[in-house]
């Protein structure tokens, strides 16, 4: 079937619909992990066009800005977090994260992501302060566990312990 597809679809109307897609996903990710009490009427509609066409670019990272600059969520700035953890910048995952703290001040998974970011530093200290920030929120955040676990690994391990 995918094989009739193949041929029977032009390449324009399947980067239009991989867009379509894409923006039905971040759409109803939004409505997945909006804030308790959030209605679904308020999902950002308007960052979706935009969101849609960076996706089509595929730029993860220009996809999480745009919504975090449209529609300024937590969680959106959570996303933008992590897009700019798994390209290596670190330092704008932390500046992303704090973002979502200043919009939801007891927000784990920021502090989780802030975690992560000071991993990616060797900044073991600051990295354990996170990962325990993440876990006073939430305490059964496994990923918080890990990386609090790894921190402390990682820092014992450099001071030859």
Do not use: C
């Amino acid at each position: 079937m995918e094989e009739n597809l193949e041929n029977s679809t032009t390449n324009g109307s399947k980067i239009a619909l991989a867009v379509v897609v894409l923006a039905s996903l971040a759409g109803g990710y939004w409505l997945m992990n909006r804030a308790p009490g959030t209605p679904a009427s308020a999902t950002p509609i308007s960052a979706v066009p935009a969101a849609a066409a960076a996706a089509a670019a595929n730029d993860p990272i220009a996809v999480a800005e745009t919504l975090a600059k449209s529609s300024p969520t937590p969680e959106n700035f959570l996303n933008l977090s992590l897009a700019y953890d798994r390209a290596g910048r670190h330092d704008d995952t932390i500046v992303a994260a704090k973002e979502a703290l200043k919009l939801r001040p007891a927000y784990a998974e920021a502090w989780n992501n802030i975690a992560s970011a000071y991993e990616g530093m060797q900044r073991w200290d600051e990295a354990i302060q996170a990962a325990q920030q993440a876990l006073a929120i939430k305490p059964d955040l496994q990923l918080a566990k890990n990386n609090l676990a790894w921190s402390l690994a990682q820092k014992a391990k450099s001071q030859g312990k």
